[in-house]
């Protein structure tokens, strides 16, 4: 399996344009989490699915910020308008269900807003 | 909602020498999690702790969970370079439910 696939890995993009930040997770995995990653703030999940279905989006900063799962191989994080303050490593995560074997992160989206 | 304090932040260790990172949670928890997170990296996934008093080890590494289901900790022992990196504790609720992650130790090695 190849694991947790996120792209693009790098994206440097204007204030103010739209962001897409895409995430294939492992093949059989139930949940799918999105994180984002900053010095200042840690790890912070912001959104779940479990079984396509959005469970919890009380980490979204705000309405900018949108996730979609429409099927079980696929999901997008997308920012608009994005803002410099968004900059960020992003992190796509699954897991199985029973959750013994722990969460399966990819290798995150670097995206920095200028 | 739950909240989970990792000590210390920061680590800087002699290679060879033991070292151990703790993590405390004011809520009794179901289950604990550990992961590590090499520089530029992404975070992997370690071991998970569920029973009382658990004590679990992956060669160098010794993971305790307390009696009370309140805190954790992470022992290595004989500090090796390849130990360089940040070390999570995550908790959740049930299977399947959100990860609160601890604010890590960021671990650095002293050759």
């Known amino acids: 399996d190849a694991g947790v696939i996120q792209s693009p890995r790098h994206e440097v993009t204007e204030m103010g344009q739209e962001v897409t930040l895409r995430c294939k997770p492992i093949s059989g995995h139930n949940s799918l989490f999105w994180y984002r990653q900053t010095m200042m703030r840690g790890l912070e999940l912001l959104i779940y699915?479990?079984?396509?279905?959005?469970?919890?989006d009380s980490g979204m900063p705000e309405d900018r910020f949108s996730a979609k799962m429409p099927n079980a191989s696929f999901s997008t994080l997308k920012i608009q308008p994005s803002e410099p303050r968004d900059s960020a490593v992003y992190f796509c995560?699954?897991?199985?269900?029973?959750?013994?074997?722990?969460?399966?992160f990819g290798s995150g989206t670097r995206l920095t807003v200028v | 909602g739950q909240q989970v304090m990792q000590i210390p932040q920061y680590q800087h260790v002699q290679e060879g020498e033991d070292f151990t990172t703790y993590c405390n949670s004011s809520?009794?928890?179901?289950?604990i999690q550990w992961y590590k997170q090499r520089p530029g990296g992404h975070p992997v996934f370690l071991i998970q702790?569920?029973?009382?008093?658990e004590v679990k080890k992956q060669k160098r590494l010794t993971f305790q969970f307390g009696e009370a289901k309140k805190n954790s900790s992470l022992h290595i022992t004989a500090t090796q370079t390849t130990d360089v990196g940040t070390y999570f504790c995550a908790l959740s609720k049930a299977a399947g439910n959100k990860l609160t992650f601890g604010g890590g130790t960021r671990v650095l090695v002293k050759p």
């Open positions: 995560a699954s897991s199985a269900s029973g959750g013994g074997y722990g969460y399966t």
């Open positions: 699915f479990n079984n396509n279905v959005p469970i919890d």
């Open positions: 809520t009794t928890l179901s289950n």
């Open positions: 702790l569920v029973k009382s008093g």
